[in-house]
């Protein structure tokens, strides 16, 4: 007997522990701040194609990932997504059939595109009888047309009908009385007193019911549904906690969070308090707080019940406390898995770092307890059960567990009935005051059931008054409002709408029904990505065969090899404008090398030998193409930032590899290309360097715009009088590409083109009332794997993600496949996470750096006492602009199928939209667009004529808005 | 040049009503006008800041009057309060610091808020508690000083709300709010004892009149602005309010809690200085309050986990420091104290956030005194000493099962007393009366002759009720179903009674009249 129970025990502490790791998936994965990587907010999900990953979300977290659609209406007010993207767009989502008619009215053919249109231009929702009534009788509603119809249907209407009130009323009343609906023009309080005849009267139009009797008798079943209904979303969708705030509208996690936050907090600080707590290391998490649980005061203070025995009886095993919590609340067994992640997301900051924490065991910190999620859940359930029972047993009289809070309500339905319709609202304002003094009033020792049962007839009569907002239905304000605005809007006069039946109407209404938000909002994106899209698939066809160094048939002045980060688009761009001598690359070698060795040593020729020194050497240049046409000076510069106070500095430094700087890479790259020997042994890789070429290693700051350089000493002197020559020219694309950032600072000014400009820029990562030290990432909407002169000679805006990639050295592709396997993760990860911190940042960014509050240096809080912010601040994604990444990559459609057929981790990406494939052919100027169930199609779109500007600042002068890619003047050698 | 004094409140609180207007009109509303909003505010804060070292200058010097009359506020037969400032000493060190201060952190805040959606709020409240500051400070007498310590109360709770979208930061300000209205009572008090005692309000007569105060009086007084001065610089045991203010902006916890109005209590204490010499009980309760203020915060401060909590129990045992020197009669040091803390304090809140890598690789040291290993000292520290709970326990929740009680007297006896509206004839307010009306069924009121509600319309269904029941049992004789449940009720009710009587809510106010009464 004993074993079977203990067998049965383990059995479903294994399940716990097995499903407790699933949390994974759901919970943020930000690690403490000063290890900050850029990656998919909803990396849980990735295995999803994008849109059905953000349905689930949703239906998770009720948080959608979307940007509101009135931002995408102001883009298409700014001319940023035009008709024609609209129409693109729309007819990718074939499921939505736009061609198909709806009706006809006379010679004008409704078709679904049309009502589509307008839908996502104008807001089509039904509004609320006191809206109605505002409408109706401040706004004029019913005697003007609505304010927002575009100027050249205004006039049609007016060209049939002079009057506009005759023409307005008509529409409303043909309206109506299609739809058989009657104006409910009343107040709520005229329920209170109710003549006889009118309650019959609403009975039988509301309800298509003859007698109160059944009414209410319909009212009271559907009542009880709606209690099982409720105690049945345990796990899934409720917390206990859940169902407390509904019915009496305390929330248990006021009470909680202080006492939760302040442990977790203890347990995982990195070093704010000097006095940590006792024996933290050798107890862990859970442990060290049962060891305190008996000293707390607070289950005295607050007179909670039966503390004694709930903190006596605490299991050692975290897990069993789990099982006994659960237990003892009685949640159903299957529903166990479903309500710890209910209650993991109520404070998903914290759960998420410790979380993170947990699988990572071996994060170095000066403290070595590793905590568990189990711990945390444990200490939260514990808790919850405390005061959880004070609730109940203050209230109702009865322990927190689901079976009696269920057989009390069922008892006292009409109890029920009115905390529920309180806490939940929308009660008018008569029964809230006398719902909530009776609320208020209640002691279990006092029998008041009359009470609750007279009010519960007041709410279910006003429940079958035309006055609630029920379900029924057609209403006035409901169809008839948006149906009164769609007519308007497609230009349809009472007369024309003769023609009409009811059918029509209603099919029209649910044609509006089937494009909700979230449809709508997924045409916003697709019409904003393809508008991005299009403009920079045009520039990259009219550039085609213009930039330099396709072919290295002269040698440059100097190759500098950047970051493939999007900020340096512009100090290459503008480096190159100043001399077109000058060749570019990009890499994602610094931190893939580092990656791959780890971190390279200040003196690599005491760690490695020389042929692994030839060995990374080779391979890093033959990532790039650079293997033949060096230049005297060949500068690897790596990237970094600085500002000063500003807790998520780690997130604007290097982003791929855990806020880590380059950790002086570029400088050992340089001295092991320097060598000697390493270039004998590179000749025998087929790779010669001429004598007179030097390697530099220096650092570009994006923060303070400095220029550090490394080991110049070492340099032949010969060379030093060019090399001035170079860091002059650098100088001077630092002040540009300075005064280009400056366009879109709102305190920075615009108009001179000096020295001066590049002074305020820089302060600003010196400046510690400075919250917007630079743009870090924002903006970026693309990367091109691909030659240099693919982008060279156009203008990208700091938009593109520039990885250096020569296909005609490639010929099978294996480079390419590693590039990608390297930067596509990367890049799709900066991409996602600025997405989703920018749809939403109160919820999946971390809202404004005024308020962040620094705790146990691993992240933030606002105020004292909230949920870990993980995310981007507000700040960082001002001037970002929310689409997915469009990944091009100049290679053959062939090539880039096998790797897509090979590279599961490629193709999740890609084949579920998380970011757009696309190829530039190599040989000529076609583009092809991968989808992921056609493979890739050519982009056929007629040429345009793209504008060509003569250098970056005339462009962009006075634009405070993103600008499109275009073309720049192509500059020949020497000028 | 003493008259210019008047300009160093009156100037910030122009910014606040022009940036307030031009919100509330909309020319000052959207991103273009931020830097407009901004200048404003910081120019006349500048401005401020030079009259204020301009008359300072001059103060040392000794070329100022010590204070500058401006008019009669308020007189009522021997009550007369007079709108006056101090243009010497101390008051004027204060306000140039604190006009420098105010300066430098709304000079920072112009970056620091840039784009955010409250900015112009923000500008308009830290203008306005830039006045109350001044005032408070400068004001010759206790009223002026008062109407300063409430604004710049307010404006704290307004930039505690700042995200007033958060539940979490509006339940702290009102608590914060609340809890602030404590002192407001003892300052009031203080106010009235001056002028009943002392028979003046203003505070440099105040001090010349101490001297002939007896020490009773002198105890009264200043006992009554000690408990105000406690609560503003949130002393033992009113800390915990400092903490739940720690929601709003950076800049703004700089300014309130951090460097300038934190500070008021002990400035306020200092005004005092004659009339606590000459009350010894009132000096003791400085050093003791000073003291377990100062102890408290060092206790709860060791184990804090932010950096914002951190700030708030360093700044509170600063100020307990510097209660327990001005209790100990140092008040001169108190003074310097004050001043250093000040500037200190703006410091450090405003680099807060770059904590993380100023310390990053050179960790905090740790405690391990004996007392780090018991767990009960570590649980007391980390529940702050159960402050907050405490004063749930012994005020909060009794006041409120009072009221609880007061409102189901209301709900219960007195509403029915005093009757209500009774409906319309044939007219129903629920479905079930519906219901009822159409079955044909009166079986509730079978025995009731009329109905009514309130006294009036009791007394004539009564009258109507008794004449009724007369005829019904002089003709029918026998004992009617209503007595029975008459008598039934009125044993519940007496039940009720005697339970509700023995709480010992009822109790204590039972005692409460006893007493009240027997003196």
Redesign the interface.
């Known amino acids: 007997m004993n074993t079977q129970a203990s067998s049965r025990g383990s059995e479903s502490r294994a399940q716990i522990i097995a499903e407790l790791a699933q949390l994974d998936a759901v919970l943020p994965r930000q690690a403490p701040l000063l290890q900050f990587v850029h990656q998919n907010t909803l990396h849980g999900f990735q295995h999803l194609p994008f849109e059905q990953a953000l349905d689930e979300f949703k239906a998770l977290t009720g948080i959608c990932a979307y940007l509101p659609e009135h931002q995408s209406r102001i883009f298409y007010q700014q001319n940023r997504i035009t008709d024609d993207d609209l129409d693109n767009a729309l007819a990718r989502l074939t499921d939505l059939q736009p061609e198909q008619a709806i009706c006809q009215l006379g010679e004008k053919v409704i078709t679904r595109k049309d009502l589509y249109k307008i839908a996502l231009l104008f807001n089509l929702d039904g509004i609320s009888i006191s809206q109605l009534n505002w409408n109706t009788n401040e706004l004029n509603a019913i005697s003007t047309l609505q304010p927002d119809i575009p100027p050249a249907i205004r006039e049609q209407l007016l060209m049939e009908e002079l009057h506009q009130n005759v023409l307005v009323e008509q529409l409303w009343k043909c309206l109506l009385n299609k739809l058989d609906l009657q104006p409910a023009v009343l107040h709520p309080e005229t329920l209170w007193d109710l003549t006889l005849e009118q309650a019959e009267e609403w009975l039988e139009t509301y309800q298509a019911l003859t007698s109160a009797h059944e009414s209410l008798k319909g009212i009271q079943s559907s009542e009880s549904k709606v209690l099982d209904d409720l105690f049945s979303q345990f796990g899934n969708k409720t917390t206990l906690r859940g169902i407390m705030l509904k019915l009496s509208g305390i929330d248990i996690l006021d009470s909680i969070r202080p006492q939760l936050i302040r442990i977790c907090a203890s347990v995982l600080d990195e070093g704010v308090a000097t006095w940590p707590i006792p024996e933290r290391n050798e107890l862990g998490f859970y442990n060290a707080w049962r060891s305190l649980i008996k000293y707390d005061a607070n289950p005295f203070l607050h007179e909670l019940h039966d503390w004694q025995q709930i903190t006596n009886e605490l299991p050692e095993d975290p897990i069993d406390t789990i099982i006994l919590q659960l237990t003892q609340l009685e949640i159903p067994k299957d529903q166990w898995i479903g309500y710890l992640r209910r209650l993991a997301l109520e404070l998903p900051g914290w759960s998420g770092l410790i979380n993170w924490r947990q699988h990572h065991p071996h994060y170095i910190t000066n403290k070595d307890a590793v905590p568990k999620l189990a711990d945390y859940l444990a200490i939260r359930l514990t808790l919850d059960r405390l005061w959880l029972n004070q609730i109940c047993m203050d209230t109702w009289k009865t322990p927190a567990k689901v079976s009696s809070l269920r057989t009390y309500f069922r008892k006292n339905l009409a109890e029920f009935t009115v905390r529920r319709y309180l806490y939940q609202g929308d009660l008018p304002e008569y029964l809230t005051q006398l719902a909530e003094s009776l609320a208020i009033s209640v002691d279990p020792d006092r029998q008041n059931r009359a009470d609750w049962q007279q009010l519960a007839d007041l709410i279910w009569t006003w429940q079958c008054s035309p006055m609630a907002e029920q379900n029924t239905e057609h209403s006035a304000h409901k169809s008839g409002w948006r149906l009164f605005r769609l007519c308007q809007h497609l230009g349809l006069t009472a007369i024309k709408l003769q023609a009409a039946t009811k059918a029509d109407l209603l099919a029209m209404l649910n044609v509006l029904d089937g494009f909700n938000v979230t449809e709508r909002s997924k045409i916003w994106l697709y019409a904003y990505e393809i508008n991005y899209r299009d403009r920079l698939f045009h520039t990259l066809r009219a550039n085609h065969n213009r930039g330099r160094w396709a072919k290295r048939e002269h040698r440059s002045d100097a190759q500098l090899i950047f970051c493939m980060d999007n900020r340096e688009e512009s100090f290459r761009r503008q480096l190159e404008e100043l001399n077109p001598n000058i060749e570019t690359l990009g890499t994602a070698g610094f931190f893939g090398i580092a990656m791959n060795f780890g971190t390279v040593p200040a003196q690599p020729q005491q760690i490695f030998t020389d042929s692994e020194q030839a060995n990374h050497i080779a391979g890093f240049l033959k990532y790039m193409g650079l293997t033949s046409g060096f230049s005297t000076f060949i500068v690897l510069m790596e990237r970094d930032s600085i500002s000063q106070n500003n807790p998520h500095l780690t997130a604007y430094q290097c982003a791929a590899c855990g806020g880590q700087q380059s950790g002086g890479n570029a400088k050992a790259f340089a001295a092991m290309a320097n060598r000697n020997e390493v270039r004998q042994l590179l000749i025998e890789q087929g790779i010669t360097i001429p004598n007179d070429t030097w390697f530099i290693g220096a650092e570009h700051n994006t923060g303070s715009k400095a220029l550090t350089w490394y080991d110049l000493p070492e340099m032949p002197s010969e060379q030093l009088t060019h090399f001035k020559n170079l860091q002059q020219t650098l100088r001077h694309a630092q002040q540009l590409s300075a005064h280009e950032q400056c366009r879109k600072f709102a305190s920075v000014p615009k108009n001179s083109l000096s020295q001066k400009t590049l002074v305020p820029i820089g302060e600003r990562s010196v400046d510690f009332s400075q919250t917007q030290p630079e743009f870090g990432h924002a903006t970026n909407a693309a990367a091109l794997v691909g030659r240099r002169a693919l982008t060279q000679g156009a203008f990208f805006d700091r938009r593109l993600f520039l990885i250096s990639y020569d296909p005609t050295q490639d010929p099978d592709g294996k480079i390419l496949e590693d590039l990608l396997l390297l930067a596509g993760p990367v890049c799709a990860g900066i991409n996602l996470e600025y997405y989703f911190s920018t749809v939403n940042n109160e919820r999946l960014g971390c809202g404004s750096k005024v308020i962040h509050n620094i705790t146990g240096f691993f992240g933030v809080m606002e105020g004292v006492c909230s949920d870990l912010r993980s995310g981007l601040t507000q700040q960082m994604i001002e001037t970002h602009e929310a689409m997915r990444l469009q990944l091009i990559v100049e290679a053959k459609t062939l090539v880039l199928e096998r790797i897509y057929a090979e590279q599961a981790s490629l193709r999740e990406l890609i084949s579920g939209g998380w970011l757009h494939l696309s190829a530039k052919d190599p040989d000529s100027d076609e583009l092809f667009i991968f989808e992921p169930n056609k493979g890739f199609v050519r982009w056929q779109v007629a040429h345009k004529k793209v504008h060509i500007y003569d250098s970056s600042p005339g462009y962009y002068q006075n634009q405070t808005l993103p600008v499109a890619p275009v073309l720049k003047t192509s500059k020949q050698r020497g000028m | 040049m003493n008259s210019l004094v008047v300009l160093i409140p009156l100037l910030p609180f122009i910014a606040a009503i022009i940036i307030g207007i031009g919100q509330l009109v909309g020319f000052l509303r959207d ?1 273009d006008s ?2 407009t909003t901004a200048l404003i505010a910081l120019w006349t804060t500048s401005m401020s800041f030079l009259l204020a070292s301009t008359l300072l200058g001059t103060d040392l010097l000794h070329k100022n009057a010590s204070s500058f009359l401006v008019g009669q506020w308020l007189s009522s037969e021997n009550l007369s309060i007079d709108i006056n400032f101090i243009t010497h000493g101390f008051s004027l060190v204060l306000s140039t610091l604190f006009s420098l201060l105010l300066t430098i952190v709304l ?10 959606t409250g900015f112009h709020r923000f500008f308009f409240v830290l203008s306005l508690f830039s006045s109350a500051m001044q005032l408070l400070i400068l004001s010759g007498n206790a009223v002026g000083t008062f109407f300063g310590w409430e604004i710049a109360g307010l404006c704290s709770y307004f930039l505690i709300l ?2 007033y979208n ?1 539940a ?2 509006t ?2 300000a009102t608590h914060v709010f609340v809890t602030n209205r404590i002192g407001d009572a003892c300052f009031i008090l203080g106010i009235s004892l001056s002028y009943t005692w002392a028979e003046t309000t203003h505070w440099p007569n105040l001090k010349t009149v101490a001297a002939q105060l007896t020490t009773g009086e002198a105890t009264g007084i200043a006992l009554s602005f000690a408990m105000a001065a406690f609560v503003k610089s949130a002393q033992f045991p009113f800390t915990p309010w400092l ?2 203010a ?6 703004s916890n700089t300014v309130f809690y951090g460097a300038i109005m934190i500070h008021s209590g002990v400035y306020l204490v200092c005004l005092l200085e004659p009339v606590f010499e000459k009350a010894p009980l009132a000096m003791g309760l400085l050093v003791i309050i000073g003291g377990i203020t100062t102890l408290y915060s060092y206790l709860v401060g ?9 700030l ?1 129990f360093a700044t509170s045992g600063q100020l307990g420091l510097m209660f327990l020197e001005c209790g100990l009669g140092f008040w001169q040091f108190a003074k310097w104290h004050l001043c250093a803390h000040a500037i200190i304090r703006t410091y450090s809140f ?8 100023i ?2 690789g050179k ?5 391990r005194p004996a007392l ?5 000292a ?6 702050r000493f ?1 402050l907050d ?2 004063t ?2 012994t005020l909060i ?1 009794p006041i409120r099962r009072l009221a ?1 009680d007061l ?2 007297f209301d ?1 219960h006896i007195v509403d029915h007393l005093a009757g209500i509206p009774a ?2 004839i ?10 009822e ?2 079955i044909g069924g009166h079986l509730d009121h079978s025995d009731q002759f009329s109905y009514s509600s309130g006294v009036i319309g009791k007394i004539t269904e009564l009258f109507a009720g008794h004449t009724h029941w007369f005829e019904n049992r002089f003709v029918l004789g026998g004992l009617s179903k209503s007595t029975i449940t008459l008598g039934r009720k009125l044993g519940q009710a007496a039940n009720k009674i005697e ?1 509700l009587v023995l709480r010992p809510r009822y109790l204590v106010i039972f005692v409460l009249i006893t007493l009240s009464l027997a003196f």
């Not at chain 2, 000079?107 to 955010?116: D, F, G, K, Q, T």
């Not at chain 2, 720690?246 to 800049?251: D, I, L, Q, R, V």
């Open positions: 991103e931020e830097s000079y920072c805040s112009i970056n620091y808020m840039l784009r955010e700042y995200t958060r979490v930061a339940i702290n903490v739940r720690m929601e709003g902006p950076t800049p060791l184990t804090q986990t932010d950096i914002k909590s951190r708030v405003l680099t807060a956030p770059s904590l993380m890598h310390v990053y960790p905090i040291a740790i405690a780090a290993k018991q767990r009960w570590y649980t007391a520290s980390l529940q159960w709970q405490l749930d326990w929740r609880h409102s189901y709900d409906p319309a044939n007219t129903i307010s629920s479905l079930a009366e519906l219901e009306k159409l339970l």
